[in-house]
């Protein structure tokens, strides 16, 4: 079992910048790999970016490259999502999550059903 806990939503203006901490406890030296999912009002949830427990490869959902970024802290078992230049559509729901199925590539970052942990969610609101 993995408990993940995110913290750090928060509401901002436009441009402004917050860090989501998702801090993880139990079995994680089992994980392959770490998520961010967002879910908007009314939208289905979607991928923003991912990063692999070894190694520290990161993956970026298009709408976040280069404002978002993904990063970990091993020895606190906490992956942080650094989120920058935010716009309002960037308001959702934002959920952390675990895979211990197996490694990722390419397309299968994006899938929930390849993430078997998941968070409780923190609200991050952007007022324009």
């Known amino acids: 079992q993995v408990q993940l806990v995110e913290s750090g939503g928060g509401l901002v203006q436009a441009g402004g910048s917050l860090r989501l901490s998702c801090a993880a406890s139990g079995r994680t030296f089992s994980s392959y790999a770490m998520g961010w999912f967002r879910q908007a009002p009314g939208k289905e949830r979607e991928f923003v970016a991912g990063?692999?427990?070894?190694?520290?490869?990161?993956y970026y959902a298009d709408p976040v490259k280069g404002r978002f970024t993904i990063s970990r802290d091993n020895a606190k078992n906490t992956v942080y999502l650094q989120m920058n230049s935010l716009k309002p559509e960037d308001t959702a729901v934002y959920y952390c999550?675990?895979?211990?199925?197996?490694?990722?590539?390419?397309?299968?970052?994006?899938?929930?059903?390849?993430?078997?942990?998941w968070g409780q969610g923190t609200q991050v609101t952007v007022s324009s």
């Open positions: 999550a675990a895979d211990t199925l197996g490694p990722l590539y390419g397309s299968r970052w994006s899938r929930e059903h390849e993430y078997d942990y």
């Open positions: 990063m692999r427990w070894s190694g520290g490869s990161t």
